[in-house]
């Protein structure tokens, strides 16, 4: 129970620490948004920003990264219905229908509407289709070894194996 207690702080530490952007929440009976095809014209740079992210699976991918945090606090690396669990509430309370925006508005103030045109035209090739869904199958392989080097970094600090910097602690 003292370990659970543990890696529950850990884990509102973390999504605390981690992701200052999510000061204020979404709705959360916001539907998940879903690709949809483009009918018409993009005329805007942010909906040029919105759908490029869509076609990336950015805001997927985004919310998948919250293994890691489980990872960290559970260690073993199984998908369980406790660690399934503990992975959508995270993306729910601190996913990316909290972020979205932010990444919009980056994308919207990096990126003429020229570039952003050019980058959605290039997520829409079935090569870039098939390097992504090899990052995202990468990423769930390693999970087993991810959430054993993971658990055992944090066991380390805990343990002080792992030393933090002096200068670090003024």
Do not use: C
């Not at 884990?11 to 981690?18: E, T, V």
């Not at 805001?59 to 559970?74: E, H, M, P």
């Not at 229908?97 to 919009?104: F, I």
């Not at 769930?140 to 030393?163: M, P, Q, V």
């Amino acid at each position: 129970m003292k370990n659970l207690k543990h890696s529950l702080m850990l884990i509102a530490w973390i999504s605390w620490m981690a992701f200052p952007a999510i000061a204020t929440y979404a709705d959360n009976n916001q539907d998940e948004r879903s690709p949809s095809p483009i009918t018409t014209l993009l005329n805007s740079k942010r909906q040029l920003a919105r759908e490029l992210l869509v076609e990336l699976g950015i805001g997927k991918q985004y919310d998948l990264y919250f293994w890691n945090s489980v990872d960290i606090a559970y260690g073993t690396g199984t998908r369980t219905k406790f660690s399934e669990w503990l992975q959508q509430t995270l993306a729910r309370v601190a996913g990316w229908k909290h972020v979205e925006s932010q990444y919009v508005s980056r994308l919207e103030a990096n990126f003429s509407e020229v570039e952003l045109q050019e980058l959605l035209e290039l997520s829409k090739r079935p090569l870039m289709k098939k390097l992504l869904r090899a990052e995202i199958q990468a990423y769930e392989e390693t999970a087993e070894k991810r959430a054993r080097l993971l658990y055992r970094a944090w066991d380390d600090y805990n343990s002080g194996k792992i030393k933090i910097p002096s200068n670090l602690m003024k």
